[in-house]
Structure formats: structure tokens, C-alpha cells
């Protein structure tokens, strides 16, 4: 799970900037990437630490884990729902908004879900 909400906080960060980690070249914006905060999130199988990704200019703000949220425990199944049924971009831009409460672009369901299936699959 812990990985699985990683992937989804860099794709957010990486649709937020508008350029993917080290791409450069694609960069249209001053502000960056300026490391990682920890942490901790209480779900169904106990705690674990994720690394909140920031940007340099305090823009960036994560709507997977919002700030101050630190309990999952009601949303996991849903995640995992997500890939297990083979939803379309629709359907998981619908699932997205009822559990988050915010409306989320094809763009970030595509990035989301590129960095999500292989760790489904490896699931």
C-alpha cells in the first residue's frame, strides 16, 4: 500500500509541475521539485512512512494525502479496486473524485495509473 500511494503522490507532483522527474527538456515553469517530508499513515495493516514530495516555490499541495490526513483505512480497498476491475480513465476519474472530494484530470489518471499497474501486477 505503501508503495502504491507513492507512485500515486509522485504522478500528482509530476502532473502539479508539468514535467517528469528529470525531464528537463520539458520543463515550461520556474518552480521544481525541492526533495521530500515524511509521513506516517495509519491504515488497515498498521502504520507506515511515505515521503511527501514538495516543490520549491510551497505551491504544491497533495490531494491523494491531504494535508493533516493521515488515516487511509476507509480508502484502501477502494485503490485497489481501481486495477483489480480494470476500470477505464472515466471510471477511476469518478472513483478518484468520490473517495478525495476533488476533481482530477485524464492526464493525472493517466500518470497515476502508468506509475500504479506494475505494482498491481507485481501485487
Not at 518552480?31 to 491504515?43: A, D, F, L, V
Not at 516555490?57 to 485497489?80: M, R
Not at 502508468?114 to 505494482?119: G, N, R, S, T
Amino acid at each position: 500500500m505503501a508503495d502504491t500511494v507513492q507512485s500515486m503522490l509522485e504522478a500528482e507532483i509530476e502532473d502539479e509541475l508539468g514535467y517528469s522527474k528529470y525531464d528537463y527538456k520539458n520543463k515550461d515553469t520556474s518552480n521544481t521539485r525541492n526533495g521530500y517530508y515524511p509521513k506516517t499513515i495509519n491504515s488497515t495493516n498498521g502504520e507506515f512512512t511515505i515521503d511527501i514530495p514538495r516543490d520549491r516555490e510551497g505551491e504544491y499541495e497533495p490531494k491523494v494525502i491531504k494535508k493533516f490526513e493521515n488515516d487511509i483505512s476507509s480508502i484502501e480497498d477502494k485503490i485497489l479496486s481501481m486495477y483489480a476491475k480494470g476500470m477505464t480513465t472515466r471510471d477511476i476519474q469518478k472513483h478518484i473524485s468520490e473517495i478525495y472530494a476533488f476533481d482530477a484530470s485524464p492526464s493525472l489518471i493517466s500518470k497515476i495509473t502508468d506509475k500504479i499497474l506494475p505494482i498491481a501486477h507485481q501485487w
